[in-house]
């Protein structure tokens, strides 16, 4: 079974709706992120959490909200989806002192399309 | 702040022939280093990473890379590129073992039989 897990794997919503993004791991982690990636703009982090109790803000995170479930369950959130939320979104998990040196270890992507 | 370029968006090599990506980051000390390799469909795989010892580090699938400290480049190498390394690569830095990571754009690379 995968390390990391994310559901959907694939949706497509429309204009306004709200949609949830599931990521669960067996890893153990602490850390857990959540990534879109765009053609051309790498992967850039929208949000990221350190513990159940510690969310963080990325790069671009107007738009997104998150919840910290438990140590295992990262979910992410589009209150009112639009067009340009259109992406390939990534959720991964870390653990910096257990000598991976903060290796990052991903999902396998959920492609959303906002029409 | 910091930043991760990678100056090639797309390469074409042949297979057999040797690989070089370029990556350059933008931080003064040395930063924890990493490559990533994305197939098709996937998520994304750690090839190597690097943050002391011996600068020339070796990875998974054959692939290698060097840090150099004097111009901020830690470049993905391989002697002998297979068709199965098309792929996207990225370049990630850290400042610390337990910052966060920063991504590159990417590199896409193709390969000819």
């Known amino acids: 079974d995968a390390d990391v897990t994310q559901t959907p794997r694939n949706r497509i919503t429309k204009t306004g709706k709200r949609i949830m993004l599931e990521c669960s791991q067996t890893k153990g982690h602490d850390r857990m992120y959540w990534y879109r990636q765009d053609p051309g703009l790498g992967l850039r982090l929208i949000y990221y959490s350190f513990d159940v109790k510690d969310i963080n803000k990325g790069e671009i995170s107007d738009g997104y909200s998150v919840s910290r479930q438990a140590q295992a369950k990262f979910s992410l959130s589009l209150e009112s989806a639009i067009p340009n939320q259109t992406a390939l979104y990534f959720c991964?998990?870390?653990?910096?002192?257990?000598?991976?040196?903060?290796?990052?270890?991903f999902g396998p992507g959920t492609r959303l399309t906002v029409l | 702040a910091q930043s991760v370029t990678q100056p090639d968006i797309h390469i074409t090599v042949s297979e057999g022939a040797s690989l070089e990506l370029r990556c350059n980051y933008s931080?003064?000390?040395?930063?924890?280093l990493f490559w990533y390799v994305q197939s098709p469909g996937q998520g994304l795989q750690l090839l190597l990473k690097?943050?002391?010892?011996?600068?020339l580090v070796q990875g998974i699938k054959g692939f290698e890379a060097e840090f150099k400290r004097s111009q901020s480049s830690f470049n993905l190498r391989k002697p002998s590129v297979h068709w199965s390394d098309a792929a996207e690569y990225f370049c990630a830095v850290g400042k610390t073992s337990y910052d966060k990571v920063i991504f590159g754009p990417g590199t896409s690379l193709s390969v000819i039989p």
């Open positions: 991964a998990t870390s653990d910096p002192f257990g000598g991976a040196y903060n290796e990052q270890f």
């Open positions: 931080y003064g000390a040395t930063p924890y």
């Open positions: 690097y943050f002391s010892g011996d600068t």
